[in-house]
């Protein structure tokens, strides 16, 4: 390459367009070499040498600390002046050394020899004169298409004519008489032989563990607790003789007297209790036998009271009243599961049995406002947290479709009073819906 680059004159194809070939050599080993086209630049990493590549030659400037000599294409050689740009034609070429490193530029048309690129001029214009043509040939065309059709020029195609075709229609009394065939049967398919029952071998039962063993209730407690059975059973015997011996002992003529049972509970009296609990405080001729004191309710929200036998005989008594809902008319109370939400990792089994277990008291407080509303149903779904003693607190109703406060109340106090499990992780809100309904 060092040889190609140091002869004189252009050479390659004279059609192709000029380039520039720049080589860097340290001593007479080439380290790098660059081709420059029409409009492209070099500048080595110091900027000592720099080269623009014009359409027809090269313009080289120098760095002050660089010395160099151009040889003329037609003969001739020219030192180059640092910092003043010079000008290097066709088949010029130019030797330039700073600090050890020498460049060699040479300005040529294609390579001589092997390893040389070469700059090959594309003929853009015949490319864009072949396409101009091609587009034009197509509108000529397609205007004279046109032109034919405006000027009324048509052509005509022979076609072969067509052979006339009859066809023969017949009435039904002429047509052959062919009845349809019967559809040949498919034959059945063999039945399968049933596959062979698997004899059951029985399942080996696991010998008995003796960590699970029954335990053994040691004498002392087991003497302990016959005692308190036979206790508890001796002043249960003791309270039904003393309550014989205050029916027989009473007046013929005084309510509550009687033969049997039926006689003596016939003349009890009764008035009402508490308002809106739909309780009764009822007397007989129980009065102070053991055991006789007795408890009346009328389905409602509160506690049953807890009445003895001379508790209620006072003036204005009446006879025993039914409770406040219609005859025949019972409140149903049910709840759904899938519906019931409980925001922490508390059970929620044991969230719903501790409100199943107290579902008799809810029904008590629905039932008590069905005798004032025969048509009352709907669902009533409320929210309530629980915390670290497991008490519902923060009880609100949520949705309600009953139409009836008094329920939500009755149903919001019976929730405080429920025991929930225990909750030490934080809020635990829970979520639960009731749904009321009749049953006759």
Not at 40 to 68: I, N, S
Not at 184 to 197: Q, T, V
Not at 305 to 331: E, I, S
Request: glycine share 12%; proline share 9%.
């Amino acid at each position: 390459m060092l040889d190609a680059l140091a002869g004189g004159g252009a050479s390659g194809d004279p059609t192709s367009a000029p380039v520039a070939e720049i080589v860097r050599c340290v001593g007479d080993v080439v380290v790098a070499s660059s081709v420059l086209h029409a409009g492209e630049r070099f500048r080595d990493a110091a900027g000592l040498v720099r080269v623009r590549m014009t359409a027809d030659q090269a313009v080289l400037h120098l760095a002050p600390a660089t010395h160099g000599v151009l040889h003329h294409a037609l003969g001739g050689d020219e030192p180059l002046e640092p910092g003043k740009p010079a000008a290097i034609e066709l088949g010029a070429r130019a030797e330039i050394t700073a600090d050890g490193i020498t460049w060699r530029l040479r300005v040529d048309r294609a390579a001589r020899a092997a390893g040389r690129a070469t700059g090959v001029k594309r003929p853009w214009p015949l490319y864009l004169g072949s396409v101009g043509v091609a587009v034009g040939l197509h509108l000529l065309f397609f205007l004279g298409v046109i032109s034919l059709d405006q000027f009324g020029v048509q052509f005509t195609v022979d076609r072969p004519a067509e052979s006339e075709r009859f066809a023969e229609l017949r009435p039904p009394s002429e047509l052959p008489d062919r009845k349809p065939e019967p559809p040949k049967p498919k034959p059945k398919p063999e039945p399968k032989p049933p596959p062979p029952k698997k004899r059951a071998e029985p399942t080996p039962q696991p010998p008995p563990d003796p960590t699970e063993a029954r335990p053994e209730i040691p004498e002392r407690i087991n003497r302990k607790l016959q005692q308190r059975v036979t206790k508890s059973r001796k002043r249960g015997e003791d309270a039904a003789a003393a309550l014989m011996r205050q029916l027989e002992t009473a007046g013929a003529g005084a309510k509550g007297a009687g033969d049997d049972l039926k006689e003596v509970m016939k003349g009890m009296d009764a008035v009402e209790g508490k308002p809106g609990s739909g309780a009764l405080e009822v007397a007989s001729a129980m009065g102070d036998a053991p055991g006789a004191d007795l408890k009346v309710g009328g389905g409602g929200g509160d506690a049953l009271d807890t009445l003895g036998g001379d508790a209620v005989k006072a003036t204005g008594a009446g006879r025993l009243k039914g409770t406040r809902k219609p005859k025949g008319v019972r409140g149903k109370v049910s709840s759904v599961r899938a519906l019931t939400k409980v925001g922490c990792d508390i059970d929620k089994g044991a969230v719903r049995r501790a409100v199943e277990a107290n579902v008799g008291r809810i029904q008590g407080c629905y039932e008590n406002a069905l005798g004032k509303n025969a048509s009352l149903s709907g669902k009533l779904t409320l929210e309530w947290q629980i915390d670290a003693q497991g008490r519902a607190t923060g009880t609100r109703v949520r949705v309600s479709t009953l139409g009836d406060p008094s329920v939500a109340s009755c149903v919001i106090g019976v929730i405080k009073k429920t025991k929930f499990p225990p909750w030490t992780g934080g809020v635990c809100p829970i979520s639960y819906p009731f749904v009321f309904s009749q049953s006759r």
